[in-house]
Structures are given as structure tokens and as C-alpha cells.
């Protein structure tokens, strides 16, 4: 008698459990929707979405009018950022490239993280990394598994990672001691030099970049602080940019001494490189008699290899190089891009991503204006922007081009 009386309260509770179940299951809601944040958005691979996911190939023509970007909140498709799925619209011919060693791998973790769950998480563009030594499994392993694009791993060529043999080795090695002597920032570090030789004149050349038209350079460590909600490579390619910053500052004038020199000298022999409408009266105070050593921070670029790649970019840099200033000074890429695009670029050919927020130790670029920053979901302290403080050259930037100041501006000066 007990054990029937057992089994009839095993019977019962299995009924229950059962009744439950199918109760649950039928009273379900789920049907092709998520009920989102923001007012809910129709998941795009549900049924009855609106959102094309077709895209014409890389390189072949589009009609943009056909996939418009959200450039602000009041576009079609800025919501899509919720969604994990692929953005729709074409994508360019372009890639992430970063140099990096070995043991910037956990750094390099952190950027990746931050570009993927900014942006290319939904764009997946290829990634190229690029190193004076192998990569090793680790670094491959790691980064190939945080990228949501192809990526790429090359060793840079020797003649690309040395001292040119025109070089006075005993000269350079002075100048090194007498800069570690002055405490200049890296100014005894032969891979330094080499590090902004290879980026001023050959990291477009390699042949893993040879494939791609356009770059968007990331250093290990940095961070962005606002969603990126359309696709700055078609920015570019759209609106004519060849070149793109978000930090502008004064370069240390004991590392370029004689740079503007050269670049007189070479303005001197390629008159025919120099454009009508360029943005000398960034670079200069005085019709370019004097560098006033502004340039943008080539820690963040966006922009493009064709223009690296042409003769124009590289007779500047072989002059540039055949004076030695990235050995018996300490030339950095970032002055020497800046001059090239200052000189040798249109002033609307320069552009400045002012919602593309971003940071590399120690200057933070946080996009002036609260409603921006909100609508962007940044996360980034308006305070630390760097943008309208002394040493940035980004007034003078908007001065240069006729632009008005973003509202606020004069709250952020000190
Ligand atoms: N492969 C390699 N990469 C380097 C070397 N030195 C610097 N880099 C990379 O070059 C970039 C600039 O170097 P970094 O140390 O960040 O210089 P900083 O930003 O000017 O302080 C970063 O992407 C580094 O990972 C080097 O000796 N070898
Ligand atoms: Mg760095």
C-alpha cells in the first residue's frame, strides 16, 4: 500500500511538471521580434524587415542613394547598431592595419575589442599586422579570434626596417647619445627610428597592403568612446578625403630641427607636387618660411594608399630620407604625413572625424556637444577633450577651412 501511494505522488508531480511545461510553451510571446530598447526595432533577419542586406561587391559601382548611411539619429538605420548582424550597404576596398610586436598582444586585444564593438563588428573589415620579426602563434591565434574580418600577419622586409647605406652610422649614434643626454622622449631607440621611417615611407607598400585602397591605422592600447554608426571608409571614398584625423597637436621641435628645411628643399625641386587650395596656413605662421611643427597624430589615421602610393608622396619621402633626419634626428611620421597632406592634398581632402571619439595615452579626442554624445553613446568625459586646449592644432584647423566651432567649444579651453 505505500509504495502505491508513492508511485501515485510520482505520478502526480510528473503531471504537474508536465502541465507547467506545456503551459509555458504555449503562452510563449516570441514571434520573429525582440522587443528592444530605443522603442524596438524589427530584428533585420526576421520576417518583414526592411533592411537590404544585399550589397553590391567590393569594387564594383554603386548608386549610394541606394544604401544611404545614418549620419544622425533622425536617419533611417541608426538603430541598426542594436542588431549584431552585418550592416547593410557596400563596403570598400580597405583594411585596419597595425605594426606591433609580439608582446603588444594583450594591448592590441584591448584595441581590437574596442574597434570590433564600435564599428566592425557589423562591418568586418580586414585586419593587417605588420612586424619587423614573425608573428608568433599566440599573437595570430588571439587576434584572429577578436577580429570579425580577415586578417593578415607580414614581416616587414629588411631594406624597410634599416639604416639606408648612406647613413653615417658613427653620426647617428652621436645623435642618439646626445638626445639620450637631453631626455628626449625615445631619442636613443634605433627601432623607434626605424618604426617611423617604415611608417612614413613604407607601411603602404608592403605587399599585404598592396591589395587595398584605403587604411585605417590602430595602435595597441587606445580606446573609442562613441558608436560609430556609419562607415567612415565610405565617408572617404564618397566625399574625396584622402586623408583623416582626430588629434591634432605641436610636434617637439628637438626632434625635427632641420625637417622643415628639407621640406623647403624639396618644394624647391617638385614645385609640380605642390597644390593650389592646400592647407599650408596649418603648417605655417608665415606663408611657410617657418614650420609652426602643427600636425595630426598618426596614431589615428584613416586614409589612403593610392595617395601614399604616388609619386607625388613618394619623391617627398626618398627626399626626405636621403637627408637622413629619421637618423640624425629623431623625424616622425606623424610631421611627415601632416606636411605631405598639408602641401600635397586639397584642403577639403583633409577631413576631421569630430564623432569618431578616441584615445591614445596621453590625449583623449571626446566630440564637443552633449546631445552628440548622447545620441553616439559615448563614454568619454568632455572635460579630457583635447581639441580646444593650447596645444592642439585643431582650432587652427577650423580656422583654416572657414569652419564654425562646435557649440560649447569656449567651455573647454582649460
Ligand atoms: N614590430 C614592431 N613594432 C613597433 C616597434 N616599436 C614600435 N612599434 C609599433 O609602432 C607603433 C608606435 O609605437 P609606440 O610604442 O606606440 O609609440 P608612441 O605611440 O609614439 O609612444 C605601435 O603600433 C607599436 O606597436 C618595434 O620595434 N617593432
Ligand atoms: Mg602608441
Request: include cysteine.
Amino acid at each position: 500500500m505505500a509504495a502505491g501511494g508513492t508511485r501515485y505522488l510520482r505520478f502526480i508531480l510528473f503531471a504537474v511538471f508536465a502541465f507547467l511545461v506545456v503551459y509555458l510553451i504555449t503562452q510563449s510571446t516570441y514571434n520573429g521580434t525582440y522587443d528592444l530598447p530605443n522603442g524596438g526595432v524589427p530584428n533585420p533577419s526576421s520576417s518583414g524587415s526592411k533592411i537590404n542586406l544585399n550589397r553590391p561587391a567590393v569594387g564594383e559601382s554603386y548608386n549610394p542613394a541606394d544604401y544611404p548611411m545614418p549620419m544622425t539619429p533622425s536617419d533611417e538605420g541608426w538603430n541598426d547598431i542594436l542588431f549584431n548582424g552585418p550592416a547593410p550597404g557596400p563596403r570598400m576596398n580597405a583594411t585596419f592595419v597595425t605594426l606591433a610586436r609580439n608582446s603588444d598582444l594583450w594591448d592590441m586585444a584591448n584595441s581590437i575589442r574596442e574597434v570590433e564593438d564600435r564599428f566592425n563588428r557589423r562591418y568586418n573589415y580586414d585586419w593587417v599586422f605588420l612586424n619587423d620579426k614573425p608573428f608568433d602563434a599566440a599573437f595570430k591565434k588571439l587576434t584572429t579570434s577578436l577580429v570579425s574580418g580577415k586578417t593578415y600577419y607580414g614581416e616587414i622586409p629588411k631594406e624597410h626596417w634599416s639604416f639606408p647605406e648612406w647613413i653615417d652610422q658613427d653620426k647617428a649614434a652621436k645623435v642618439r647619445q646626445d638626445m639620450k643626454e637631453r631626455k628626449i622622449i625615445y631619442g636613443d631607440s634605433v627601432s623607434y627610428r626605424h618604426m617611423c621611417r617604415f611608417e612614413s615611407g613604407f607601411f603602404f607598400r608592403h605587399p599585404l597592403m598592396l591589395n587595398y585602397e584605403y587604411y585605417w591605422r590602430v595602435e595597441p592600447n587606445v580606446k573609442f568612446y562613441c558608436d560609430i554608426h556609419y562607415d567612415p571608409f565610405r565617408y572617404m571614398v564618397e566625399n574625396k578625403k584622402k586623408y583623416a584625423f582626430v588629434l591634432s597637436l605641436y610636434e617637439y621641435i628637438e626632434t625635427i630641427p632641420t625637417l622643415w628645411e628639407s621640406t623647403k628643399k624639396f618644394i624647391k625641386n617638385h614645385p609640380e607636387h605642390i597644390v593650389e587650395g592646400n592647407s599650408l596656413d596649418f603648417l605655417s605662421d608665415d606663408g611657410g618660411e617657418t614650420y609652426n611643427r602643427c600636425h595630426f597624430w598618426s596614431n589615428f589615421e584613416v586614409g589612403s594608399l593610392s595617395w601614399l602610393r604616388s609619386r607625388q608622396y613618394l619623391d617627398y619621402f626618398e627626399s626626405l630620407d636621403q637627408d637622413g633626419g629619421f637618423f640624425y634626428e629623431r623625424w616622425g611620421d606623424a610631421p611627415v604625413h601632416s606636411i605631405a597632406a598639408g602641401l600635397m592634398l586639397k584642403k577639403e581632402e583633409i577631413h576631421f572625424f569630430n564623432d569618431i571619439s578616441y584615445w591614445h595615452v596621453p590625449f583623449t579626442h571626446c566630440p564637443t556637444g552633449e546631445k552628440l554624445r548622447l545620441d553616439l553613446k559615448c563614454n568619454c568625459n568632455p572635460k579630457d577633450n583635447f581639441d580646444w586646449k593650447g596645444y592642439s592644432c585643431t582650432s587652427r584647423y577650423y580656422d583654416i577651412n572657414g569652419m564654425e566651432k562646435p557649440e560649447g567649444y569656449e567651455n573647454q579651453q582649460d
